[in-house]
T-cell receptor, first 112, second 115 residues
Framework: SQKIEQNSEALNIQEGKTATLTCNYT??????LQWYRQDPGRGPVFLLL?????KEKRKERLKVTFDTTLKQSLFHITASQPADSATYLC???????????FGKGNQVVVIP | NAGVTQTPKFRILKIGQSMTLQCAQD?????MYWYRQDPGMGLKLIYY???????DKGEVPNGYNVSRSTTEDFPLRLELAAPSQTSVYFC??????????????FGPGTRLTVT
């Protein structure tokens, strides 16, 4: 079955630097790869979606890359701010299937 | 728009009791989902629905039931609650229109403890 791996260790980063998170998956490549943000005690919030034929997607200070050869997505937060502190979830979906498979998430702590 | 709403926010159940977790969305989304999230774990899909009257099992359906009689509502029923069902439950919805159907909108969650 599909495995989705995100770093279990929190990423501590100084304000203003770029935070980079990794999402690795096994087996077959998804049609779509998404990133969500989750704050403590709240539901996940959709951030970005990237398709399998796209290499990179940007939204404001966020950038996502998708490498189907490496079976990996990178999620970047540039000019990080304390308000970016949260857990970030990677999620995969496949053609003809509306379901998402989620990774466990990776916590980011931005230090002022 | 209220988006996706869930009630209750918190609940404590005794082993063997039953309850229904309510979920409603006002975005006219066709697709709705129920997940559970255990500490340090990813979201696990319990059940999902692609429209009124249509439901299907996800990854962890045992001990749960769902129904979808309207587009707006997607209640999750727990029968004979067990300690293993202690978790945070999230309801989500998505539009069903082209690739935006993959973008899910989540409710605030219900924290359930079974003792």
């Amino acid at each position: 079955s599909q495995k989705i791996e995100q770093n279990s260790e929190a990423l501590n980063i100084q304000e203003g630097k770029t935070a980079t998170l990794t999402c690795n998956y096994t087996n077959y490549s998804p049609a779509y790869l998404q990133w969500y943000r989750q704050d403590p005690g709240r539901g996940p919030v959709f951030l970005l979606l990237i398709r399998e034929n796209e290499k990179e997607k940007r939204k404001e200070r966020l950038k996502v890359t998708f490498d189907t050869t490496l079976k990996q997505s990178l999620f970047h937060i540039t000019a990080s701010q304390p308000a970016d502190s949260a857990t970030y979830l990677c999620a995969l979906s496949y053609y003809g299937n509306n379901r998402l498979a989620f990774g466990k998430g990776n916590q980011v702590v931005v230090i002022p | 728009n209220a988006g996706v709403t869930q009630t209750p926010k918190f609940r404590i159940l005794k082993i063997g009791q039953s309850m229904t977790l309510q979920c409603a969305q006002d975005m006219n989304h066709n697709y709705m989902y129920w997940y559970r999230q255990d500490p340090g774990m990813g979201l696990k899909l319990i059940y999902y629905s692609v429209g009124a009257g249509i439901t299907d099992k996800g990854e962890v359906p045992n001990g749960y039931n769902v129904s979808r009689s309207t587009t707006e509502d997607f209640p999750l029923r727990l029968e004979l609650a067990a300690p293993s069902q202690t978790s945070v439950y999230f309801c989500a919805s998505s539009s069903g229109i082209r690739e935006t159907r993959y973008e899910q909108y989540f409710g605030p969650g219900t924290r359930l403890t079974v003792t």
